[in-house]
């Protein structure tokens, strides 16, 4: 699987990106978001990564209007056979590469907060602080009071661009 393709988000196909949710319940359980995560999909920038039969998994990206140097994950998902292979991983290097090379600055993922009991989220945490992701801050307004929003961002710029200590 380490050798499968990575595509663009403009080859996605809707219906892959439904099915590929689908095999994730326990992260995309609310049927109007999944629906909405599968049919922006191949509108936004992002990757996605398939073999020769089927989509494993894909990334979306959005900008972020409040900050102009820095882009969202809007959603990322690898097919539930699929996971644990390193595939997200490398999903989410290619998009860190991409945005780097257009200048991008910062990118954000919002998530559950770890004050919410999923123990699927607690995994998602620990994949975004292992890629280098920070918490910024949780908001109950996001999502609404009973689902905590955790901002993470990641800094983009390469060590030789950075300045001061």
Same mark, same amino acid.
């Given at each position: 699987?380490?050798?499968?393709?990575?595509? /663009?988000?403009?080859?996605?196909?809707? +219906?892959?990106?439904? !099915?590929?949710?689908?095999?994730?319940?326990?992260?995309? *359980?609310?049927?109007?978001?999944?629906?909405?995560?599968?049919?922006?999909?191949? +509108?936004? =920038? *992002?990757? !996605?990564?398939?073999?020769?039969?089927?989509?494993?998994?894909?990334?979306?990206?959005? /900008?972020?209007?409040?900050?102009?140097?820095?882009?969202?994950?809007?959603?990322?998902?690898?097919?539930?056979?699929?996971?644990?292979?390193? @595939?997200?991983?490398?999903?989410?290097? /290619?998009?860190?590469?991409? @945005?780097?090379?257009?200048?991008?600055?910062?990118?954000?993922?919002? /998530?559950?907060?770890?004050?919410?009991? =999923?123990?699927?989220?607690?995994?998602?945490?620990?994949?975004?602080?292992?890629?280098?992701?920070?918490?910024? =801050?949780?908001?109950?307004?996001?999502?609404?009071?009973?689902?905590?929003?955790?901002?993470?961002?990641?800094?983009?710029?390469?060590? +030789?661009?950075?300045?001061?200590?």
């Amino acid at each position: 699987m380490s050798d499968s393709p990575i595509i /663009t988000a403009a080859q996605l196909d809707a +219906a892959e990106c439904e !099915a590929v949710l689908r095999s994730l319940p326990r992260w995309f *359980g609310i049927e109007e978001a999944l629906l909405e995560y599968a049919s922006k999909a191949p +509108a936004q =920038s *992002g990757f !996605a990564v398939r073999d020769s039969m089927r989509m494993l998994g894909f990334l979306t990206l959005e /900008t972020m209007p409040e900050e102009p140097d820095a882009y969202e994950i809007y959603c990322l998902a690898m097919h539930a056979d699929y996971r644990q292979q390193g @595939l997200g991983g490398r999903l989410l290097a /290619t998009a860190e590469h991409w @945005l780097r090379a257009h200048g991008e600055h910062h990118l954000y993922v919002r /998530t559950l907060a770890a004050s919410h009991p =999923s123990p699927e989220y607690a995994e998602t945490r620990r994949f975004y602080e292992r890629a280098g992701f920070a918490a910024v =801050s949780v908001s109950l307004e996001t999502w609404g009071p009973k689902i905590p929003c955790l901002m993470m961002r990641k800094e983009l710029r390469d060590e +030789a661009d950075r300045v001061g200590p």
